[in-house]
């Protein structure tokens, strides 16, 4: 035994950790002494609205990947483009760096969202320590970069609103950065529904709340 | 006993450890995951109001100036955070206006104005009215601010439009930029040191 797996654990203390504001409570009370929030020995429900949500992201991603997210009207005439379309836009013009910036934001963190919180989801109360470790800054990672997807959503807003001389030149925004924040908004709210704690929970606990 | 202010307990592994001052400077980590428990307070209660209002009147200033300014063979085009969200509305996209909406503007609005109110009461050694209400959304707002991710935003439109068009950044957006740093260190999470405050 090392030193590490002695530190104690609320829930063997008869304590749980209020999830808003953090005091650590007596684990018989319902609701937080300090800021009233409802207490909770692990996050409700947090595998199956985990999935549900992860899910519901994935469903939304087809379509925000495939449909236009805006249309640039220029004097030569008018064409819709992808996410997709307007990275390689970028990256023909010589813009690399850009085209790098929009791609990790709007296909690498998304997809890096998908895999890993399915991969903790399939691993968690498993594994030697410090695989458990890895699992929790893989974690802690995906809820670092949660809301940088956004920014697709902010540049499409952005033009449209700066671009507006009629048929001279002008963007809309098109139903294809709806869907794409719509998973952004759902990725997140999977990952916030996760509950990290039970990456070190004993296995036989399983299906135990 | 109810609750142990004495122990700080790891929410993202539940450890349990006892709390102990830190210097400044000071973060402690838990041993058993590695996340942050606890930094120490960089700030004290008065100069975290003096920040809480410059962000607010940081906010001010950049939802009312343009954040890009164009010109294309005499005309002239320029967007703001409202005019972005007013074009979101008026397009096919519009289910997504109002949760860009609250993302780019109402969440940072109402993180400035509850801290300026609990910090408002703080400073003079007392608990606003509804404090702990206001406590709890503080934190729960906090993951939905995105006033960071408007202000890449708008560099990568900047740059955007720059090959095509005669684009420049607005004054909007060095508020945006000094805005973005200061919701970062006044609404962050070291903002639970405010419950020891007139407890």
Not at chain 1, 104 to 131: T, W, Y
Not at chain 1, 150 to 172: H, I, K
Not at chain 2, 7 to 22: G, I, K, N
Not at chain 2, 64 to 75: A, D, F, H, M, S
């Amino acid at each position: 035994m090392n030193a590490i797996s002695t530190i104690p654990r609320a829930d063997n203390l008869g304590l749980l950790a209020c999830h808003t504001c953090g005091l650590a409570c007596a684990s018989r009370l319902a609701s937080c002494p300090r800021c009233a929030a409802p207490l909770h020995r692990r996050k409700p429900g947090s595998t199956g609205r985990t999935v549900a949500l992860l899910a519901a992201a994935a469903i939304f991603y087809v379509p925000s990947n495939l449909v236009p997210v805006m249309h640039t009207q220029t004097l030569g005439g008018g064409f819709e483009s992808t996410i997709l379309q307007g990275v390689g836009e970028f990256w023909r013009s010589g813009d690399w760096d850009i085209a790098l910036i929009i791609f990790i934001a709007s296909v690498v963190v998304p997809c890096a969202k998908f895999l890993v919180l399915g991969f903790l989801l399939l691993r968690a109360r498993s594994g030697a320590e410090q695989q458990r470790r890895d699992r929790a800054r893989l974690y802690r990672m995906v809820e670092f970069i949660g809301y940088w997807s956004m920014l697709d959503v902010v540049v499409v807003a952005l033009l449209a609103a700066a671009v507006q001389f009629n048929q001279l030149s002008a963007v809309t925004p098109r139903p294809g950065i709806a869907f794409f924040g719509i998973v952004v908004v759902l990725t997140m709210l999977a990952v916030m529904s996760f509950d990290a704690r039970t990456i070190w929970d004993e296995e036989r606990r399983r299906g135990r709340r | 006993m109810d609750s142990f202010p004495h122990l700080l307990v790891c929410e993202h592994c539940d450890s349990v450890y006892t709390r102990r001052a830190l210097r400044r400077g000071e973060v402690a980590r838990c041993l058993r995951c590695d996340a942050v428990l606890e930094r120490a307070q960089r700030l004290t209660i008065e100069a975290w109001f003096a920040l809480s209002v410059a962000a607010a009147l940081l906010f001010l200033l950049a939802n009312v100036y343009p954040i890009v300014e164009i010109r294309l063979r005499g005309l002239a085009g320029e967007a703001t955070l409202w005019a972005a969200v007013a074009a979101l509305a008026a397009s096919d996209a519009a289910l997504f206006a109002l949760p860009a909406g609250l993302a780019f503007i109402g969440i940072p609005l109402a993180q400035i104005v509850l801290l300026l109110w609990l910090l408002g009461f703080a400073r003079r050694g007392r608990r606003a009215p509804g404090f702990a209400f206001g406590m709890r959304w503080l934190e729960r707002l906090r993951p939905w601010s995105m006033a960071e991710v408007c202000l890449l935003g708008a560099l990568v439109a900047i740059t955007k439009l720059g090959g095509l068009l005669d684009v420049a950044a607005g004054p909007g957006l060095w508020a945006l930029a000094g805005l973005t740093v200061l919701i970062i260190v006044v609404a962050g999470r070291d903002l639970r040191q405010l419950w020891q405050v007139g407890a």
